[in-house]
């Protein structure tokens, strides 16, 4: 296998900053990505007419309105407020698994580093909206149903709880590093023609990925503002 | 059938010691253990997965009508069932 990265010719990354490089590099294409949309949008009236073929502003408005009709889905209607949250969440790490099959880039989804980084916000994020959407009261979700189950399912709450960031980061980390292992294993044994698969497949675990991470994200939301308990 | 088994079985512990003499430090066992994390773990979790699959196919030749909301509570079970096997490949590399 290959251990070479295109970010390492960037001056003063070494060889432990290079998920760091690639974040840094991808956030900053889907940072320019974001202007060049809200450039194409236009203003006014303009803004509001739909695109007449497939453009950046095209693949904006199909994109959002997949995220939002998903929110709808999974939060309800006091989702819409965190649709720009998912979306930017989906985007980020779609592009970062992506830049992984360019070949010689390792994506900074393939670091556990970045992958906790994703869960433990996702994990802040729920408890702060469950908080400010029941107050102290949030604090009843975790202890069950029942009165007299109540010191069984706080521990159990617990874990569950605090499992949650670590097996959304490892989730992430271990398909990508999975898919980019079998995708090597694979260019060494036969080296032309077959690897093509293991790119088509590489793709659809990169939006898989992306997909999953943000519709738990979702789910863990509703459940923490959720009022019919 | 059983001798066989155990032929298997006793060449497989005679080899270990072999791996064991290339002054890594670890017991040899290691590929082995790796080997077998992920196996089983792919074994249980694709059945899972395939139960799940089968369960999702049945409900929409039952009503296709309700693909669409057949569809993340499926995605979410795959996920769950996934997840396990991922911690198991995550074991297997630590040991390898």
Same mark, same amino acid.
Not at chain 1, 6 to 13: A, D, K, M, N
Not at chain 1, 75 to 78: D, K, R
């Given at each position: 296998m290959v251990h070479f990265n295109?970010?390492? /010719?960037? $001056? @003063?990354?070494g060889h432990d900053q290079v998920h760091v490089a690639t974040a840094i590099a991808v956030s900053a294409g889907l940072v320019l990505f974001a202007f060049a949309g809200r450039l194409a949008l236009g203003h006014g009236e303009a803004a509001i007419e739909p695109a007449k073929k497939f453009s950046i502003k095209g693949f904006f408005e199909v994109y959002l309105e997949a995220i939002s009709g998903l929110t709808d889905m999974v939060? @309800?209607?006091?989702g819409k407020k965190f649709v720009p949250m998912f979306a930017a969440v989906f985007m980020f790490i779609w592009i970062n698994n992506l830049a992984g /099959? /360019? $070949?010689g880039m390792t994506p900074a989804t393939d670091n556990l580093n970045t992958t906790i980084a994703l869960g433990l916000f996702s994990f802040f994020l729920y408890n702060f909206y469950g908080f400010k959407e029941h107050g102290l009261a949030y604090l009843k979700h975790f202890l069950g149903p029942l009165l007299a189950l109540a010191p069984l399912m706080l521990v159990v709450e617990l874990i569950s709880h605090i499992v949650r960031p670590l097996s959304l980061g490892l989730r992430l980390q271990g398909n990508m590093m999975g898919d980019h292992t079998v995708l090597g294993i694979f260019l060494v044994l036969v080296p032309y023609g077959v690897p093509v698969i293991f790119y088509l497949l590489g793709m659809f675990v990169s939006t898989m990925q992306a997909f999953v991470f943000t519709l738990l994200t979702m789910i863990y939301i509703s459940m923490a503002i959720s009022h019919d308990h | 059938m059983m001798t066989r088994l155990l032929l298997t079985v006793a060449t497989i512990m005679a080899t270990v010691p072999a791996f064991a003499e290339d002054g890594s430090g670890s017991s040899g066992w290691g590929p082995l253990a790796a080997g077998l994390a992920i196996g089983i773990a792919a074994f249980g979790g694709s059945l899972g997965q395939g139960k799940i699959g089968a369960s999702a196919m049945e409900g929409i030749a039952r009503n296709p009508q309700a693909r669409g909301d057949m569809f993340i509570p499926m995605i979410l079970g795959l996920v769950f069932v996934e997840s396990l096997v991922i911690y198991a490949f995550a074991i297997a590399f630590l040991v390898k």
């Open positions: 295109w970010t390492q /010719l960037i $001056p @003063g990354v939060v @309800g209607e006091e /099959l /360019l $070949p | -």
